[in-house]
């Protein structure tokens, strides 16, 4: 009788993760030539690792449409698990790395624009004064950038309203919105509650959703739109009379105390309410470090909020 085959043995992978990688180069740079030049390898050599990938597999992942190679339905779907697969990979190696040299010697934060930064440069001096040693950098981002800076792998933690698909965040705080405008803005002037038409006609100032792939079509209620990249920026518009905004209370508590901001009596109520979570994007491979930065993070909200 033959000798049967352990489940490990019978499932082992045929394709190596260079021959995936290749394959996903392929795709994500644009043929053959690129790929190579990406990787670093010679052409032929990328062609051959695709090709015998496909031979293994028996299937074709690239048909010719006009001059270009383009992903066949089979292909398509062998990129997705592939990059899925690479990322895995990439995601092990990290934590292996993490893991083997201890204390981290750096941190990536991103921090959606809303949170409190005094409270934030609280909790890194802190971190600091207990590991003088570890670089901490500071990607400060704006709607979707920070979903983007998660899903990129390139932070180890993060601090945003938004959880991206897939992943689960722990509620920290939450953030109070409140429609403003210089007191001499016309808003101000109407004698009555503002409504949302009202808004329409005057000039809104944003700031621009800091994603490399940002919705350019993203809605804003109003026909007239400055677009800032800073939130200091649009602040500053706004206290000269430029337009209105909707910010965060803590943001600017200096210019409603000196007169250069006042809530608009929006219908309907004047403030929104948004969440912010603390997220690891891999919570397997946060190293001591950033698990520390993070108990920080949440003794110092707690403590706010006694």
Same mark, same amino acid.
């Given at each position: 009788?033959?000798?049967?085959?352990?489940?490990?043995?019978? =499932?082992?992978? &045929?394709?190596?993760?260079?021959? /995936? @990688?290749?394959?996903?180069?392929?795709?994500?740079?644009?043929?053959? #030539?690129?790929?190579?030049?990406?990787?670093?390898? %010679?052409?032929?050599?990328?062609?051959?690792?695709?090709?015998?990938?496909?031979?293994?597999?028996?299937?074709?992942?690239?048909?010719?449409?006009?001059?270009?190679?383009?992903?066949?339905?089979?292909?398509?779907?062998?990129? &997705?698990? +592939?990059?899925?697969?690479?990322?895995?990979?990439?995601?092990?190696?990290?934590?292996?790395?993490?893991? =083997?040299?201890?204390?981290? #010697?750096?941190?990536?934060?991103?921090?959606?624009?809303?949170?409190?930064? /005094?409270?934030?440069?609280?909790?890194?001096?802190?971190?600091?004064?207990?590991?003088?040693?570890?670089?901490?950098?500071?990607?400060?981002?704006?709607?979707?950038?920070?979903?983007?800076?998660?899903? =990129?792998?390139?932070?180890?933690? +993060?601090?945003?309203? @938004?959880?991206?698909?897939?992943?689960?965040?722990? @509620?920290?705080? $939450?953030?109070?919105?409140?429609?403003?405008?210089?007191? =001499?803005?016309?808003? *101000?002037?109407?004698?009555?509650?503002?409504?949302? &038409?009202?808004?329409?006609? *005057? @000039?809104?100032?944003?700031?621009?959703?800091? +994603?490399?792939?940002?919705?350019?079509?993203?809605?804003?209620?109003?026909?007239?739109? /400055?677009?800032?990249?800073?939130? #200091?920026? %649009?602040?500053?518009?706004?206290?000269?009379?430029?337009?209105?905004?909707?910010? $965060?209370?803590?943001?600017?508590? %200096?210019?409603?105390?000196?007169?250069?901001?006042?809530?608009?009596?929006? &219908?309907?109520?004047?403030?929104?309410?948004?969440?912010?979570?603390?997220?690891?994007?891999?919570?397997?491979?946060?190293?001591?470090?950033?698990?520390?930065? #993070?108990?920080?993070?949440?003794?110092?909200?707690?403590?706010?909020?006694?």
């Amino acid at each position: 009788m033959a000798a049967r085959r352990s489940p490990t043995t019978a =499932s082992a992978p &045929r394709i190596t993760l260079e021959q /995936w @990688r290749c394959l996903v180069a392929v795709v994500d740079e644009g043929g053959y #030539a690129q790929a190579a030049e990406a990787l670093n390898k %010679s052409q032929s050599s990328v062609t051959y690792a695709v090709q015998k990938l496909q031979s293994m597999l028996k299937v074709r992942a690239f048909e010719i449409q006009g001059r270009k190679a383009a992903l066949t339905p089979t292909g398509q779907m062998l990129y &997705r698990r +592939a990059r899925s697969l690479l990322d895995d990979a990439s995601a092990v190696e990290r934590a292996a790395r993490k893991i =083997s040299a201890g204390w981290e #010697a750096e941190i990536a934060l991103a921090v959606e624009i809303l949170f409190p930064m /005094w409270l934030l440069l609280d909790c890194l001096n802190r971190f600091g004064k207990e590991s003088p040693h570890t670089r901490i950098e500071v990607f400060e981002t704006v709607i979707e950038g920070t979903s983007e800076a998660i899903g =990129s792998g390139a932070v180890d933690l +993060a601090l945003s309203p @938004r959880i991206p698909p897939g992943m689960t965040g722990e @509620r920290l705080m $939450p953030v109070t919105f409140i429609a403003v405008a210089h007191p =001499s803005h016309p808003l *101000h002037k109407l004698g009555r509650e503002v409504t949302m &038409r009202d808004l329409r006609n *005057h @000039r809104h100032v944003v700031v621009r959703d800091s +994603a490399f792939k940002r919705d350019k079509q993203a809605a804003i209620e109003a026909n007239q739109r /400055w677009t800032v990249s800073n939130m #200091a920026t %649009s602040i500053g518009a706004v206290s000269r009379g430029y337009g209105f905004a909707w910010f $965060p209370e803590d943001k600017i508590r %200096s210019e409603l105390k000196e007169g250069l901001l006042k809530p608009l009596p929006v &219908r309907g109520g004047s403030e929104r309410v948004a969440e912010i979570y603390l997220i690891f994007p891999d919570r397997d491979a946060a190293g001591p470090g950033t698990l520390r930065l #993070a108990e920080i993070i949440r003794e110092a909200v707690r403590k706010c909020g006694e």
